[in-house]
């Protein structure tokens, strides 16, 4: 038998040759951006502080004045062509502007809001050097305890790591980039997405013959004095010259003398204690810290009343559906079971739901598009139709939501899709009433 | 710049961006998965889809391509299983793939359809370790089974393919 080199050859050769006809299709590349025009657009949109700022930046100078700009942290969890954000989110951002440096990296925090649940932040990283540098953030803590993130933008947590400063293949690289998080509760433990070389460390081994204990993670609460700590890791290329561009990305070309693996394609390095020595060195690293203030805040939250809910087709026991507006942005999560035919059958292949807010949910139904529906998040289980009409298999559905309309609606309505068109079948709608 | 969006590149650029990188990769994935040309597209479709939708989620601990490949083994997995796939011819034979010229060699043809023929947990492992060249634990990520699991299939996978070359077992449909 051959071993793994050869037959990953093998099998590349083979697939390589009969599968070189593929080619890109422009009119499927055309289907996908068509159909995503159609989801809400997420263009960003300047808040209520940016605005402030800009105009500050006209009439005064300095450091402090370009650091607001910088913050927009409104216009990262909205991404919407809305004008502005609620004012009572808005009222929500506290702007620090205050900036921490050594002579290898430096690190600005631009603005910060607590919604009574989650911590956003906005950082700005910047290379203050002539050489191009790789960062990354890692470990968020508040007070000292470990920071649990909802989402991050890259270079936070334990992977690739952002190149700043330098050029390749005729690309200048910026010096800064701004880097956006959303943390949900602490912990004595490190985030599992900062699960990073030797940081399992951290974790305690369980004593022989007990049960490993979970993690505790606490909710976030408000506080007039807090102080957020972040850490900046530095690492220098071993060799600049192997720095590839594609499109906006840069790469480290693993092919580099120093890896000596002789492969022609780049490939973004993942952190790890492989790659790292190899491609990277560490020159150094800093914790950085910051005050911030988290006002106190009520999250609204509506319901629907578990039950039986139904339309001329089905009918549908409601285990749990809420929603709530989390910065301005609707969070939920239902729990339902297959629906139940009311009359001979099921539709065949019914598989999965949308949920429109009501005031939305006309003007989909009239554009048959899932543009308006909220956009689902995590979910999981699923049903599907079993051998006869009427023997679905059962299994419960549970799915989050996220929407940026920012307003709790009064009902929503769940329609389902038939067949795999991905679109709507109108006549599945059910209409779940909330307060 | 590194290796993420600017800020001020919108998700539907950032879409774009990605479908010109890798629609082929994943176009050349869906189709050995799915034996069928119609079924691929409308799989990378709706990856790219799940992509845009699942954006602001991604958090960067894997590479995009990696990520993407994971969306679309789902969405591959998921179309399998559907009442619609049940009825798509389950001869395998290369006919699904563009026709290239000159055609693929014979040997190249016949491991080729031998790990078309695959079933999918074989089919899968076989794709990202020797093709994409994914270690064991990124796979086992991709798949949500365990490294141990994805060793397992490897190994299977290897013999299957031994004997599919070399005559005698009946090939999995």
């Given at each position: 038998?051959?071993?793994?080199?050869?037959?990953?050859?093998r099998?590349?050769?083979a697939?390589?040759d009969c599968?070189?006809?593929?080619?890109?299709?422009?009119?499927?590349?055309?289907?996908?951006?068509?159909?995503?025009?159609?989801?809400?657009?997420?263009?960003?949109?300047?808040?209520?502080?940016?605005?402030?700022?800009?105009?500050?930046?006209?009439?005064?100078?300095?450091?402090?004045?370009?650091?607001?700009?910088?913050?927009?942290?409104?216009?990262?969890?909205?991404?919407?062509?809305?004008?502005?954000?609620?004012?009572?989110?808005?009222?929500?951002?506290?702007?620090?502007?205050?900036?921490?440096?050594?002579?290898?990296?430096?690190?600005?925090?631009?603005?910060?809001?607590?919604?009574?649940?989650?911590?956003?932040?906005?950082?700005?990283?910047?290379?203050?050097?002539?050489?191009?540098?790789?960062?990354?953030?890692?470990?968020?803590?508040?007070?000292?305890?470990?920071?649990?993130?909802?989402?991050?933008?890259?270079?936070?947590?334990?992977?690739?790591?952002?190149?700043?400063?330098?050029?390749?293949?005729?690309?200048?690289?910026?010096?800064?980039?701004?880097?956006?998080?959303?943390?949900?509760?602490?912990?004595?433990?490190?985030?599992?997405?900062?699960?990073?070389?030797?940081?399992?460390?951290?974790?305690?081994?369980?004593?022989?013959?007990?049960?490993?204990?979970?993690?505790?993670?606490?909710?976030?609460?408000?506080?007039?004095?807090?102080?957020?700590?972040?850490?900046?890791?530095?690492?220098?290329?071993?060799?600049?010259?192997?720095?590839?561009?594609?499109?906006?990305?840069?790469?480290?070309?693993?092919?580099?003398?120093?890896?000596?693996?002789?492969?022609?394609?780049?490939?973004?390095?993942?952190?790890?204690?492989?790659?790292?020595?190899?491609?990277?060195?560490?020159?150094?690293?800093?914790?950085?810290?910051?005050?911030?203030?988290?006002?106190?805040?009520?999250?609204?939250?509506?319901?629907?009343?578990?039950?039986?809910?139904?339309?001329?087709?089905?009918?549908?026991?409601?285990?749990?559906?809420?929603?709530?507006?989390?910065?301005?942005?609707?969070?939920?999560?239902?729990?339902?079971?297959?629906?139940?035919?009311?009359?001979?059958?099921?539709?065949?292949?019914?598989?999965?739901?949308?949920?429109?807010?009501?005031?939305?949910?006309?003007?989909?139904?009239?554009?048959?598009?899932?543009?308006?529906?909220?956009?689902?998040?995590?979910?999981?289980?699923?049903?599907?139709?079993?051998?006869?009409?009427?023997?679905?298999?059962?299994?419960?559905?549970?799915?989050?939501?996220?929407?940026?309309?920012?307003?709790?609606?009064?009902?929503?309505?769940?329609?389902?899709?038939?067949?795999?068109?991905?679109?709507?079948?109108?006549?599945?709608?059910?209409?779940?009433?909330?307060? | 710049?590194?290796?993420?969006?600017?800020?001020?590149?919108?998700?539907?650029?950032?879409?774009?961006?990605?479908?010109?990188?890798?629609?082929?990769?994943?176009?050349?994935?869906?189709?050995?998965?799915?034996?069928?040309?119609?079924?691929?597209?409308?799989?990378?479709?709706?990856?790219?889809?799940?992509?845009?939708?699942?954006?602001?989620?991604?958090?960067?601990?894997?590479?995009?391509?990696?990520?993407?490949?994971?969306?679309?083994?789902?969405?591959?997995?998921?179309?399998?299983?559907?009442?619609?796939?049940?009825?798509?011819?389950?001869?395998?034979?290369i006919?699904?793939?563009?026709?290239?010229?000159?055609?693929p060699t014979a040997d190249h043809l016949a491991l080729n359809t031998a790990i078309m023929r695959?079933?999918?947990?074989?089919?899968?492992?076989?794709?990202?370790?020797?093709?994409?060249?994914?270690?064991?634990?990124?796979?086992?990520?991709?798949?949500?089974?365990?490294?141990?699991?994805?060793?397992?299939?490897?190994?299977?996978?290897?013999?299957?393919l031994?004997?599919e070359l070399e005559g005698?077992?009946?090939?999995?449909?």
């Open positions: 038998m051959k071993n793994d080199h050869e037959i990953m050859d099998v590349r050769a697939v390589d599968t070189r006809g593929i080619e890109e299709t422009p009119s499927l590349r055309y289907r996908i951006l068509t159909q995503a025009k159609g989801d809400p657009p997420m263009k960003k949109k300047l808040s209520t502080v940016l605005i402030l700022a800009t105009v500050l930046m006209l009439l005064v100078t300095g450091a402090v004045a370009a650091t607001l700009l910088h913050g927009d942290i409104l216009g990262w969890l909205f991404r919407t062509d809305r004008s502005e954000a609620p004012a009572e989110i808005a009222a929500l951002v506290e702007t620090a502007g205050e900036s921490r440096r050594n002579e290898l990296s430096a690190l600005t925090l631009n603005e910060t809001l607590f919604d009574g649940n989650t911590l956003s932040l906005s950082l700005t990283l910047e290379n203050p050097t002539d050489e191009p540098m790789v960062y990354r953030i890692r470990q968020a803590k508040l007070n000292g305890q470990y920071l649990i993130a909802e989402s991050v933008m890259l270079p936070y947590g334990s992977s690739a790591g952002e190149l700043l400063g330098g050029e390749a293949d005729g690309q200048v690289f910026p010096k800064e980039a701004t880097v956006y998080a959303t943390f949900t509760a602490v912990s004595d433990y490190p985030d599992p997405l900062d699960n990073a070389m030797g940081s399992t460390a951290a974790i305690a081994a369980p004593e022989e013959g007990s049960i490993p204990s979970l993690p505790s993670r606490t909710a976030l609460t408000a506080t007039d004095e807090a102080e957020f700590s972040v850490l900046v890791e530095v690492f220098r290329p071993v060799d600049p010259a192997r720095l590839t561009a594609l499109g906006h990305e840069a790469f480290l070309d693993p092919s580099s003398p120093a890896t000596g693996s002789g492969s022609a394609e780049s490939r973004l390095i993942p952190f790890d204690s492989a790659t790292v020595p190899s491609l990277l060195a560490q020159i150094g690293s800093e914790e950085y810290t910051f005050p911030i203030r988290m006002k106190t805040a009520a999250i609204p939250t509506v319901s629907a009343q578990p039950g039986t809910y139904e339309n001329d087709l089905f009918s549908l026991e409601l285990d749990s559906f809420t929603l709530s507006s989390v910065s301005g942005m609707l969070e939920g999560c239902i729990t339902v079971p297959a629906p139940s035919a009311m009359k001979d059958r099921l539709p065949e292949d019914l598989t999965f739901f949308y949920a429109f807010p009501e005031d939305v949910y006309e003007q989909a139904k009239q554009d048959n598009s899932v543009a308006l529906a909220l956009r689902m998040g995590n979910s999981g289980g699923g049903w599907s139709n079993g051998p006869g009409p009427d023997s679905p298999i059962l299994c419960n559905v549970s799915a989050s939501f996220r929407s940026n309309t920012g307003s709790l609606p009064r009902g929503v309505y769940l329609v389902w899709m038939t067949g795999n068109n991905g679109t709507p079948d109108w006549d599945t709608a059910i209409y779940i009433p909330l307060k | 710049m590194g290796a993420i969006q600017a800020p001020d590149q919108t998700p539907l650029e950032r879409l774009d961006q990605w479908i010109q990188a890798y629609e082929k990769d994943l176009l050349r994935l869906c189709c050995l998965y799915l034996r069928d040309w119609n079924a691929a597209e409308d799989a990378v479709q709706e990856t790219f889809l799940k992509a845009y939708r699942q954006m602001d989620s991604f958090r960067g601990d894997s590479h995009v391509k990696t990520w993407l490949i994971r969306i679309a083994v789902n969405q591959c997995r998921d179309m399998r299983r559907s009442a619609w796939y049940r009825y798509i011819d389950p001869r395998v034979s006919d699904c793939l563009p026709i290239t010229t000159p055609p695959l079933s999918p947990k074989y089919l899968e492992v076989v794709l990202l370790y020797y093709y994409e060249g994914y270690r064991m634990k990124e796979i086992a990520q991709m798949l949500g089974i365990t490294e141990a699991a994805v060793s397992t299939r490897i190994r299977k996978a290897k013999q299957k031994k004997n005698g077992e009946e090939h999995e449909k």
